[in-house]
């Protein structure tokens, strides 16, 4: 079976494209797989991809590629609709809305076509219109897939699949390091702002105690001013930009995630299969689906005190070794439903239903 995955970049440093990648290594191992990157502005992917996985962009934009056609919005969807209208691929998955649509006008109708969605679309009257051209529609969490049922009125049929952590073994947190550790993308959504602000809080009461934020983005000269103001520059630290998330977190005893309602929670995941337990505010998607408070982490309420509370839910795992590795154990536990050969094997019996 060929299986051609979608993504609007396959070279950016973001949760959906880590799990796609991973979806793909694994179906890799049984299947021929491609990834379609609609844009390749650099010369590799920011996250590991298996050997058996087959790379290919629809425009080059690196420096130095000779570009035949001139650039833009234009020429990019041109040049798709001519790649999907050749496609001879078995099964064809995307990974945005946007793509999702020009999936269902132009792919051959003997294609098997899918589309995974972790948020709503902003637009959602194209996804209406020609959504029930595709098989079906695939969401990472439960709450994803109320919302795009709710959506697609007319169908396809919404389901449920994990997203997909890499293939073990993963790095284990001996969980005895005095550091609590965070990661992704420095953007708004994020709120790396109020994390910082909630450290204070722990630093003032357990100086020994390091924060390490892992990431980058254009929130970073804001970030790095708030911990000059706030005299942390002794307990918070920008370790930049890592493949290897996974990795860095099994160097710390606590990760921690302020993100507001768009995460995904792939960080999160990632925390877990390296046996860290997990503290984050219950309004974010990915985490209230994946966290479960006195099981694998703690979800601290958002309120008009949130920064305090959440201070304290850090300060009481900072002083309950013992709780920390009882929710490390959940962690783990948790995070072995998402290995990736597990969630191929999802897909691949999805996909079997459909055809």
Same mark, same amino acid.
Request: glycine residues 8%.
């Given at each position: +079976?060929?299986?051609?995955?979608?993504?609007?970049? /396959?070279?950016?440093?973001?949760?959906?494209?880590?799990?796609?990648?991973?979806?793909?290594?694994?179906?890799?191992?049984?299947?021929?797989? $491609?990834?379609?990157?609609?844009?390749?502005?650099? $010369?590799?992917?920011? !996250?590991?991809?298996?050997?058996?996985?087959?790379? =290919?962009?629809?425009?080059?934009?690196?420096?130095? %590629?000779?570009?035949?056609?001139?650039?833009?919005?234009?020429?990019?969807? %041109?040049?798709?609709?001519?790649?999907? #209208?050749? &496609?001879?691929?078995?099964?064809?998955?995307?990974?945005?809305?946007?793509?999702?649509?020009?999936?269902?006008?132009?792919?051959? =109708? $003997?294609?098997?076509?899918?589309?995974?969605?972790?948020?709503?679309?902003?637009?959602?009257?194209?996804?209406?219109? !020609?959504?029930?051209?595709?098989?079906?529609?695939?969401? /990472?969490?439960?709450?994803?897939?109320?919302?795009?049922?709710?959506?697609?009125?007319?169908?396809?049929?919404?389901?449920?699949?994990?997203?997909?952590?890499?293939?073990?073994?993963?790095?284990?947190? #001996?969980?005895?390091? #005095?550091?609590?550790?965070?990661?992704?993308?420095?953007?708004?959504?994020?709120?790396?702002?109020?994390?910082?602000?909630? !450290?204070?809080?722990?630093?003032?009461?357990?100086?020994?105690?390091?924060?390490? &934020?892992?990431?980058?983005?254009?929130?970073?000269?804001?970030?790095?001013?708030?911990?000059?103001?706030?005299?942390?520059?002794?307990?918070?630290?920008?370790?930049?930009?890592?493949?290897?998330?996974?990795?860095?977190?099994?160097?710390?005893?606590?990760?921690?995630?302020?993100?507001?309602?768009?995460?995904?929670? +792939?960080?999160?995941?990632?925390? +877990?299969?390296?046996?860290?337990?997990?503290?984050? !505010?219950?309004?974010?998607?990915?985490?209230? $689906?994946?966290?479960?408070?006195?099981?694998?982490?703690?979800?601290?309420?958002?309120?008009?005190?949130?920064?305090?509370?959440?201070?304290?839910? &850090?300060?009481?795992?900072?002083?309950?070794?013992?709780?920390?590795?009882?929710?490390?154990?959940?962690?783990?536990?948790?995070?072995?439903?998402?290995?990736?050969?597990?969630?191929?094997?999802?897909?691949?019996?999805?996909?079997?239903?459909?055809?």
């Amino acid at each position: +079976m060929k299986v051609s995955l979608v993504l609007a970049s /396959a070279y950016a440093m973001r949760g959906d494209v880590r799990a796609t990648l991973n979806l793909a290594t694994a179906l890799a191992e049984r299947h021929d797989v $491609e990834v379609i990157s609609i844009r390749r502005q650099k $010369e590799k992917p920011f !996250f590991p991809v298996g050997p058996n996985v087959t790379m =290919r962009s629809v425009v080059d934009v690196r420096p130095g %590629v000779r570009h035949l056609l001139p650039r833009g919005q234009v020429r990019t969807e %041109v040049a798709f609709w001519r790649l999907l #209208r050749n &496609l001879k691929s078995d099964v064809l998955i995307t990974t945005r809305p946007g793509l999702g649509v020009q999936a269902a006008r132009h792919a051959p =109708r $003997e294609t098997l076509k899918i589309a995974r969605e972790w948020g709503r679309p902003a637009v959602p009257g194209p996804v209406k219109r !020609f959504y029930p051209r595709l098989n079906a529609v695939v969401t /990472a969490t439960d709450s994803a897939q109320e919302e795009w049922t709710k959506l697609l009125t007319d169908g396809p049929v919404v389901h449920s699949v994990l997203d997909a952590l890499p293939s073990g073994p993963w790095p284990r947190s #001996r969980m005895d390091n #005095r550091i609590v550790a965070a990661g992704g993308r420095w953007v708004p959504v994020k709120a790396y702002d109020r994390l910082i602000r909630a !450290f204070a809080i722990v630093a003032d009461k357990r100086p020994d105690w390091r924060l390490r &934020l892992y990431g980058g983005g254009p929130e970073e000269r804001q970030l790095r001013a708030l911990v000059r103001d706030l005299d942390l520059h002794n307990h918070v630290y920008f370790m930049g930009t890592t493949p290897d998330l996974a990795g860095e977190f099994a160097k710390a005893s606590i990760v921690a995630n302020t993100s507001r309602n768009g995460d995904l929670g +792939m960080t999160v995941l990632e925390a +877990m299969g390296c046996g860290v337990p997990v503290v984050a !505010f219950d309004g974010a998607r990915g985490t209230t $689906e994946f966290v479960a408070t006195g099981y694998n982490g703690v979800l601290v309420p958002e309120s008009e005190g949130e920064l305090q509370l959440y201070a304290a839910a &850090l300060l009481a795992l900072i002083d309950d070794e013992r709780r920390r590795r009882s929710l490390a154990a959940g962690a783990l536990d948790t995070a072995v439903r998402h290995s990736a050969d597990e969630v191929a094997e999802q897909w691949e019996k999805l996909i079997a239903d459909l055809r």
